[in-house]
């Protein structure tokens, strides 16, 4: 059987397609898709890609899974749906165009990556990423289990689904009031919090273990903070900043500001 053509099938294809499956092609690229300008929906997993081209800025679904992904490209805003599982992944840079182009603007003083923000379906399970980034807000579906994550980011309020087991968890953030299902076995810090089939019961004992870790990191690091503020507490409250009073000086306004 000769080798899959793929660059003969996407020219054999109308420009106006709005699924296209190549999964399960043995593909190791993906030619460039921009001319695709109303693809809603990839299929190309099952494949042997490392990595992806630009994107078609409508795409609604993007299912990459069972490849040899090291890196994602800079994900369509409208994308509603990412499975990018078991792949080779380390993290997701993935900043919408708009807000990279933002990012530019204010000589990248935002850095963090942001998923897109219609974003309701994230499955990146079985791969090497050690932290996610700024969850949408309309997401609902969320499959991480299987990665090296030693804590998540703050939660959307409208997640219904967090699959997080199997990674290096020692705390967890707030659990959203609308989440129907968690399972967060095989972490360190199932084994700190209690387990229970009621979830607010779960988040009730990740309150208090958070409030417990802040506490005792303040603890901790107290004397190195007050080490640290001590010259400056000193300097800014000294009375050698009185010294200079003159007759026409307002004291209530100096010792205001002092």
């Known amino acids: 059987m000769g080798k899959y053509n793929i660059k003969k099938y996407l020219d054999s294809l109308p420009d106006d397609i709005e699924t296209l499956d190549v999964s399960y092609k043995d593909l190791n690229y993906l030619p460039d898709l921009s001319r695709f300008k109303k693809l809603k929906i990839l299929y190309c997993y099952g494949n042997y890609l490392i990595t992806l081209s630009i994107l078609p800025e409508n ?12 890196s994602l490209p800079v994900l369509p805003e409208n994308l509603k749906r990412l499975d990018c599982y078991n792949n080779k992944l380390t993290s997701l840079p993935v900043l919408p165009k708009k807000l990279k182009e933002l990012c530019c603007f204010f000589n990248n003083l935002i850095s963090l990556p942001i998923l897109p923000e219609n974003l309701k379906i994230l499955s ?39 699959h997080c087991y199997n990674n290096k968890l020692t705390s967890l953030p707030i659990l959203p009031e609308n989440l129907k299902e968690l399972y967060y076995n095989s972490n360190p810090i199932y084994d700190i919090i209690l387990n229970d089939s ?9 309150k208090i273990w958070n409030n417990f870790c ?17 010259p400056i507490i000193k300097k800014r409250y000294h009375p050698s900043y009185l010294d200079d ?14």
């Open 59 to 70: 795409l609604k679904e993007l299912w990459c899974n069972n490849n040899n992904l090291t």
């Open 124 to 162: 990146c399970y079985y791969n090497n990423l050690t932290s996610l980034p700024v969850l949408p807000e309309n997401l609902k579906k969320l499959y991480c289990h299987y990665n090296n994550l030693s804590s998540l980011p703050i939660l959307p309020e409208n997640l219904e689904r967090l």
């Open 198 to 206: 009621n979830i607010n019961t779960i988040n009730k004992n990740i």
């Open 214 to 230: 802040h506490l005792y990191y303040c603890l901790k690091y107290r004397k190195r903070f007050l080490r640290m503020m001590e």
């Open 245 to 258: 009073l003159t007759e026409k000086d307002d004291l209530d306004e100096k010792l205001n500001r002092w």
